[in-house]
């Protein structure tokens, strides 16, 4: 099973708003990624987590709060995003230390701030 | 800090091969080159990776220059199901993570 599942597939909020993105892998990946891909563009990288801890935050800001509660899950909260934060968020997974992992990305939330 | 580039759009004829080039000329000894493929809104979708040698799978195979500074992806009879955005990645293992570089993507279009 190479499945990664995410929740919901779309999602409308307005900038005061509080909402979280879900993610979820039963492959016993141990690494987990966040990205966020604007219309047109590749992937950009927003967060990993490795072992349940967060490795790297590539300069987001702090209205994206990212939570791994455990090695299947990962959550995005959000809190009073922008219009400009409108994307897709994309969640992808993969195996850590060997020296060939793939990550597996999820279908993606498709999010619309107003 | 885009590692890799790829034209932005190619045709192809459904049936015919379609080679999609990747030029990945700061590439380091252990980094390896990744395909993903992206169908309009959908997740990346996994096609194929290497480090030195060509490779070859049910989907397609990866041509990789000696000096490795380019490769090629080859869809060997194109359907229009294909057609979508493709991503050349140089992959950079660190320890406790591996992290993507994307390049800008190629859009291919297979014309019926």
């Known amino acids: 099973d190479t499945e990664v599942t995410q929740t919901p597939k779309h999602l409308v909020m307005g900038m005061t708003n509080k909402k979280s993105l879900k993610c979820e892998q039963h492959?016993?990946?141990?690494?987990m990624y966040w990205y966020k891909q604007k219309a047109k563009k590749p992937p950009e990288l927003m967060f990993v987590y490795s072992y349940e801890k967060l490795s790297i935050n590539e300069s987001v800001p702090s209205r994206f709060s990212p939570e791994c509660p455990n090695s299947s899950l990962l959550n995005l909260h959000l809190h009073a995003l922008q219009p400009e934060d409108s994307a897709l968020y994309l969640c992808?997974?993969?195996?850590?230390?060997?020296?060939?992992?793939?990550?597996?990305f999820g279908p993606g939330t498709r999010l619309t701030v107003l | 800090d885009a590692k890799t580039t790829q034209p932005p759009s190619m045709d192809c004829a459904e049936g015919r091969a379609a080679n999609l080039p990747c030029n990945h000329s700061?590439?380091?000894?252990?980094?390896?080159v990744y395909w993903y493929r992206q169908i309009h809104s959908q997740g990346p979708q996994y096609i194929i990776h290497?480090?030195?040698n060509n490779e070859t799978n049910e989907m397609a195979s990866l041509i990789i220059t000696e000096d490795r500074k380019s490769s090629t992806l080859i869809l060997p009879h194109a359907t229009l199901r294909d057609t979508a955005v493709y991503y050349c990645i140089v992959r950079v293992a660190f320890r406790l993570r591996n992290q993507f570089y994307f390049g800008t993507g190629t859009s291919l279009t297979v014309i019926p």
């Open positions: 290497g480090l030195k």
């Open positions: 992808a997974s993969s195996q850590v230390g060997t020296k060939s992992d793939t990550q597996y």
């Open positions: 492959m016993g990946h141990r690494a």
């Open positions: 700061t590439i380091s000894g252990n980094e390896y």
